[in-house]
């Protein structure tokens, strides 16, 4: 059995923050804080991207190797929230980014035109990313190999008669671990943080790790679960004390 390899969306995690109450505003698809990120500030991302990157015509020939996919609602509120969370935990701790996200790479891994507001977006939350501190790689449990194996069946990337006991040796390495170990520690570095997403995006969360064709392994969960219902979701769980992979 070859399940395909997890793809690594970015080289560094996201976090994501606990809420502190309930918020609700006609027209605001997230808040972070006292920021509001609004219907209308993802409708002109979206328009932007479009606007870049039209609908191949018949009689147009598709470019070898191009496979251009827009970005729905939800990615483009969750790089926003992730931006604004980005840049207060920088600010308040004085992180600065150790490598440059850079935007025809970014647009490239996207599927879309460089000159797309959202690919730039994506690039800087990328740069801004990698100046927050990760610790080291973390093993993954039973539960999140069971959870793992059984999103790569979902996505094709794992054959449907494949057993986890199977499957888990190849899916467990260096980049599960570590894409475990940033998501963690991330989540409890911005815990404090207020962030409310509206409830048409629930459950809503940025990939750190995914299966080749997009589908997400590993995510962070950003605001509220998939109901109204208040809830920590950003508590990291233990780390694991057991030998890192690779």
Not at 20 to 48: F, L, Q
Not at 66 to 83: A, F, H, I, Y
Not at 102 to 117: K, Y
């Amino acid at each position: 059995m070859r399940a395909r390899r997890l793809v690594a969306v970015a080289s560094v995690a996201v976090g994501l923050v606990a809420l502190s109450g309930c918020r609700s505003e006609p027209g605001v698809a997230a808040y972070v804080g006292d920021h509001r990120i609004t219907e209308d500030a993802v409708t002109e991302v979206i328009d932007d991207a479009r606007a870049k990157n039209p609908e191949p015509t018949e009689a147009a020939e598709p470019v070898p190797g191009q496979q251009v996919r827009l970005p729905g609602r939800s990615e483009v509120v969750s790089t926003l929230v992730l931006g604004q969370v980005c840049e207060r935990i920088s600010a308040a701790e004085g992180y600065r980014p150790q490598g440059q996200a850079e935007v025809a790479q970014v647009a490239q891994q996207l599927g879309i035109s460089p000159e797309a507001t959202y690919a730039r977006q994506v690039a800087e939350l990328y740069t801004c990313l990698s100046g927050i501190p990760v610790g080291s790689p973390v093993a993954p449990t039973e539960q999140e190999l069971a959870d793992l194996v059984a999103a790569g069946k979902r996505a094709g990337a794992v054959p449907a008669d494949v057993t986890v006991e199977q499957a888990a040796p190849q899916l467990d390495g260096e980049q599960l671990r570590q894409a475990l170990a940033t998501r963690d520690a991330l989540a409890g570095a911005v815990e404090t943080y207020d962030v409310t997403v509206n409830p048409r995006y629930r459950p809503l969360e940025f990939p750190v790790l995914s299966f080749a064709g997009q589908a997400v392994a590993v995510g962070v969960p950003l605001g509220e679960p998939g109901s109204d219902a208040v809830t920590d979701v950003s508590t990291p769980r233990p780390a694991q004390t057991g030998p890192a992979d690779g």
